[in-house]
């Protein structure tokens, strides 16, 4: 019943920037989190950034000055801007967001979007 749905992904150089969306649909009385995950070839899934539920941003010290999350309420998107793009930033990033509606409350995650950065 709710869906998120990202975009954004893609190819691109080193020193680049993508900005990746994602979008909930469906039934949604409120959102308490919304944040992107990442999962790199072999490696474990890790937090990339986030807005807790009082609204406030934490980022992974990788990503630190370099990629900037926002939101849309209105719309209920969120995005994440990625500058300075570097190599290691590949893997395939996830949005993720803990939704209330009428069964209760819980984590959705996109489908994930494909972020690959070249040399």
């Known amino acids: 019943q709710v869906q998120l749905v990202e975009s954004g992904g893609g190819l691109v150089q080193a020193g680049g920037s993508l900005r990746l969306s994602c979008t909930a649909s469906?039934?949604?009385?409120?959102?308490?989190?919304m944040g992107w995950d990442r999962q790199a070839q072999e490696q474990e899934r890790e937090l990339v950034a986030m807005?807790?539920?009082?609204?406030?941003?934490n980022y992974a010290e990788s990503v630190k000055g370099r990629f900037t999350i926002s939101r849309d309420d209105a719309k209920n998107t969120v995005y994440l801007q990625m500058n300075s793009l570097k190599p290691e930033d590949t893997a395939v990033y996830y949005c993720?967001?803990?939704?209330?509606?009428?069964?209760?409350?819980?984590?959705?995650w996109g489908q994930g979007t494909q972020v690959t950065v070249s040399t």
């Open positions: 993720n967001m803990f939704i209330k509606n009428q069964l209760g409350s819980k984590d959705y």
């Open positions: 469906g039934s949604i009385f409120s959102i308490h989190t």
């Open positions: 807005f807790s539920s009082g609204g406030v941003t």
